[in-house]
């Protein structure tokens, strides 16, 4: 399962770039999107499978060192 705020990061990530006006990156993926808003288009774009994302694993955070504090 994903996490949900994964996608909503990156709805709300595709829905700035479809609103930009910039380029490619703005057309919709999609056909028929013509009377649809950007974030019916970019939900559109995920079911359909138009829309990847890697999952990053961060290291687990490791010990933490007790730093010594200077004495005034």
Request: hydrophobic residues 40%; glycine residues 8%; without cysteine.
């Amino acid at each position: 399962m994903v996490n949900p705020n994964i996608l909503v990061n990156l709805i709300s990530r595709r829905i700035r770039q479809l609103t930009s006006g910039g380029g490619s990156v703005s057309r919709p993926l999609v056909a028929g999107a013509e009377n649809l808003g950007a974030a019916d288009i970019a939900l559109l774009e995920l079911i359909e499978g138009k829309l990847e994302w890697d999952m990053v694993n961060t290291p687990a955070p490791e010990e933490t060192t007790k730093r010594k504090r200077k004495r005034s």
